[in-house]
């Protein structure tokens, strides 16, 4: 059920054979149940007199006709078919002209032993009927039983009532069983389908008219002049044969009243009263002969179709269509939740779901109801755009666990990144070599954001792409810093290197002038420093030096052209043994070892320093709870998805307005005789 647009929801319960008592009704909204307890209390009737006829009856006089009823009838049965009894009696009048001489009395008693017990007290036999009508004494009028449903005592009680309007307008003649009983069974469906509960009535006419329709198909209709004898037609125990007789006659009378003329069926009847055959009449009034009127009228249950019906179905069918379609969308559903698959497999599955459910709420956007169908139509709508609305439910649900898994692998791999720089640490690799793995780390970890940035999350993960990209984006600053301390570490170990070279080379000039050796071999030695002090400037003219050391590497070059500059000249002074030169150079001393020693320093004070390692070390920190907030965030989306959570709601609404439209389909279906055997 569903609450209106003032937050009330009603139902309403038809009771004919509801006991006395204390009822209970269980309403349950989501995780509430509410118990409802009423009262149903049998009507009570003060009669006003008895008669014995077989049982004890008493009587009622209501305000259309006096009803005799025994104890077990409920009374207030008794007092409601008084309203139904006007109804026939005006109909019947209206539709045919036809009415009984005086309103008769009607008898009740509670079931069919009962009724048989009474007509066996007035020395007759009841057969298979259901009720019977006296035309004749002061017990004339209409018998019924009541165990049945109130439509069913209705149509009963219309039925007899047409007998017994025929039976005094036609007279005391022996009427053609089929017509006489077509006649009655046609308006008992005719005026009851025009009812309060007129869908009660049609599931019976429809079945009536079913079951002749397949025995015309069949070949297995029974013969016209067979169904003419009452006490043959009353001798019946078989069935089938009973339903197809009175569905047989029902339909061959309608046949007479839509082809011919409404009044036909008892302009006949009448015709025989008055002493003509039946042959005679059918040659009077209807205009064919009786055999050929068979046949015509096989030949229409044929092909005989009803209007609202042939409109019924053909919704019906298109209806039942798209929710056979949506079962098997349902199935593949079930399927999907139990296969245990990954949730990017899912979402391939849910996405063809998903695109395969808004197909079905197209078509039915699509059906043509007919009008008295619209709210059916309205429900099944409404019933697929949830259940659309349940499939997007899951599937966003599955796009975000597919992206929190692609979350979570980011996470593996800077974990992978992680233990290699860890192996890198420990493995004591010369520092070129730990340049080029910290190179492939950053890279990696760039590749990782280049990933991130190059799949979309879903709305409701945005701020935890962002959170991701921040986590990133620490952790490549703390790679970079490392690889630029191992940089540094690299370019220190080569100035000092050239340091190194250079105090091999000022080694090997003391040598030279404490030397005995010629001037030519002083000359040759002096040489071979200056070239290889200038190859040591060619050298560090090629080192790259970071950023951090660009002044280191400007001073350690103008501390070897210096260097060069003094070498160059004592080299002129060994050429020349200008005096002039000797003083320059000696005079260049004190500088060279000025500039000498403060890039020594400054060399050894940066490989003490490693700035940049300090600040990675202190980022550790901060790396490590940005991971766990993160890793945090990303279980809880696990955990506690929302989209589920509003998905799991919707379902329990999903399977009532399906279980609605499955069920008003099914009252159709039983309604309309659609269904097939």
């Known amino acids: 059920m569903y609450a209106d647009a003032q937050g009330r929801a009603s139902w309403r319960r038809v009771g004919t054979r509801d006991r006395p008592g204390a009822w209970t009704v269980r309403v349950t909204q989501e995780d509430t149940a509410t118990t409802l307890t009423y009262p149903v209390n049998q009507l009570t009737l003060t009669p006003i007199g008895s008669k014995t006829l077989g049982l004890e009856f008493r009587l009622y006089q209501g305000p259309r006709s006096n009803t005799y009823y025994t104890g077990d009838v409920p009374g207030a049965l008794t007092v409601d078919l008084q309203d139904h009894l006007k109804l026939v009696t005006d109909s019947l009048r209206r539709l045919s002209g036809l009415q009984s001489d005086q309103t008769p009395t009607i008898y009740l008693v509670a079931d069919l032993e009962l009724l048989k017990q009474v007509s066996e007290s007035a020395g007759s036999t009841l057969g298979f009927a259901d009720g019977y009508y006296r035309i004749a004494g002061e017990d004339s009028g209409i018998y019924m039983h009541t165990d049945s449903l109130l439509t069913g005592i209705q149509r009963l009680l219309t039925h007899e009532y047409v007998h017994l309007a025929l039976s005094e307008t036609v007279g005391p003649v022996d009427l053609p069983s089929w017509l006489n009983e077509g006649t009655a069974t046609y308006y008992e469906y005719l005026i009851n389908v025009s009812g309060k509960r007129a869908n009660a009535t049609k599931h019976p006419l429809y079945r009536s008219a079913g079951i002749a329709k397949n025995a015309a198909r069949s070949g297995n209709l029974l013969a016209l002049t067979n169904l003419e004898d009452q006490d043959a037609w009353n001798s019946q125990t078989e069935e089938d044969r009973i339903d197809l007789q009175y569905a047989q006659s029902h339909m061959a009378v309608r046949y007479l009243a839509e082809t011919y003329g409404t ?44 209007p609202e ?22 199935d593949r559903r079930s399927m999907d939740l139990a296969s245990g698959a990954t949730p990017a497999e899912r979402v391939v599955t849910k996405r063809s779901l998903s695109a395969d459910a808004e197909g079905l709420l197209t078509r039915i956007g699509n059906l043509s109801p007919p009008p008295e169908l619209q709210p059916l139509q309205d429900d099944a709508i409404r019933f697929m755009e949830r259940f659309v609305r349940l499939l997007a439910l899951e599937l966003e649900h599955l796009l975000d666990q597919e992206y929190l898994v692609f979350l979570g692998n980011i996470i593996s791999s800077i974990d992978s990144i992680s233990r290699l720089r860890a192996e890198d640490i420990q493995g004591g690799a010369p520092a070129g070599q730990r340049v080029t793995a910290k190179q492939g780390l950053v890279a990696d970890a760039e590749t990782l954001v280049g990933r991130l940035l190059d799949a979309p999350p879903p709305p409701s993960l945005n701020a935890l792409q962002l959170q991701e990209l921040a986590f990133l984006d ?22 000092t290197g050239i340091i190194t070279e250079v105090d091999g080379i000022s080694s090997r000039r003391s040598e030279s002038i404490q030397s005995t050796g010629s001037s030519s071999q002083r000359i040759a030695t002096a040489e071979g420093l200056v070239s290889d002090s200038e190859s ?7 080192f790259t030096p970071p950023s951090r050391l660009q002044t280191l590497q400007l001073q350690g070059t103008t501390y070897l052209k210096k260097y060069i500059q003094w070498l160059t000249i004592e080299l002129e002074f060994a ?96 309604i309309y005789n659609l269904r097939q055997p």
């Open 474 to 495: 620490r952790y490549i600053q703390f790679l970079t810093l490392e690889l630029e301390q191992q940089r540094e570490e690299v370019y220190l170990h080569l100035l």
């Open 309 to 330: 019906r042939t409109r019924i179905a053909e919704y019906i069918r298109g209806l039942n269509e798209i929710m056979s379609a949506k079962a098997s969308i349902g």
């Open 575 to 670: 050429q020349t043994n200008d005096s002039a030169k000797l003083d320059q150079a000696n005079a260049m001393i004190a500088g060279i070892n000025s500039l000498g020693n403060a890039f020594r320093t400054d060399v050894v004070k940066e490989r003490r320093a490693q700035p940049n390692q300090n600040e990675a070390n202190d980022m550790l920190g901060e790396i490590g709870d940005l991971e766990s907030l993160l890793v945090q965030g990303i279980n809880t989306g696990f955990r506690n998805s929302a989209t589920l959570q509003q998905a799991n709601a919707m379902l329990g609404e999903v399977n009532a307005r399906e279980n609605k439209v499955r069920i008003r389909i099914g009252d159709l279906e039983f």
């Open 536 to 542: 040591l400037l060619s050298q560090m003219d090629t």
């Open 263 to 306: 009044s036909t069926p008892i302009d006949m009847m009448t015709r025989m009263g008055q002493g003509a055959t039946l042959s005679e009449v059918f040659s009077e009034i209807v205009g064919v002969e009786y055999l050929a009127f068979e046949q015509q009228f096989t030949l229409w249950l044929k092909s005989w179709e009803d």
